[in-house]
């Protein structure tokens, strides 16, 4: 639903059992989700009059999940190798754009 939604390309993966979310020890926290960094982030969002990331119907979702942000590629023996770029302190802690094109382009 979320490749659709943005007509994204890119290859997605799915991990439904959070098994790579768990491997990463990526926490779970209702004070660092619904803190007043995330509330003020969706107030302001909401002001301007943007669009909110609702919830998909009928998906299972974790709302206490914290996020991260990591690349997946392939080593040259085909391994999955995944590289954490950054760990979420509250759900409004996004990195910079260019911070990651900047790993991106030193990665290759």
Same mark, same amino acid.
């Given at each position: 639903?979320?490749?659709?939604? %943005?007509? =994204? %390309? ?24 619904? !803190?007043? !960094? ?19 119907? !009928? ?13 997946? =590629? ?8 995944? =590289? ?23 990665? %290759?």
């Amino acid at each position: 639903m979320w490749l659709e939604e %943005t007509n =994204s %390309t890119f290859p997605m993966l799915l991990d439904t059992p959070r098994q790579i979310y768990h491997t990463l020890g990526l926490p779970r926290s209702i004070a660092k989700v619904f !803190n007043c !960094n995330a509330l003020s982030l969706y107030g302001e969002a909401n002001a301007r009059g943007e669009k909110i990331p609702q919830q998909f119907e !009928n998906i299972h979702d974790d709302p206490q999940q914290l996020g991260a942000d990591f690349i997946a =590629s392939k080593s040259q023996t085909g391994e999955v190798v995944f =590289s954490l770029i950054h760990r979420s302190v509250d759900s409004a802690d996004r990195p910079n754009v260019q911070d990651l094109l900047k790993f991106l382009q030193n990665s %290759t």
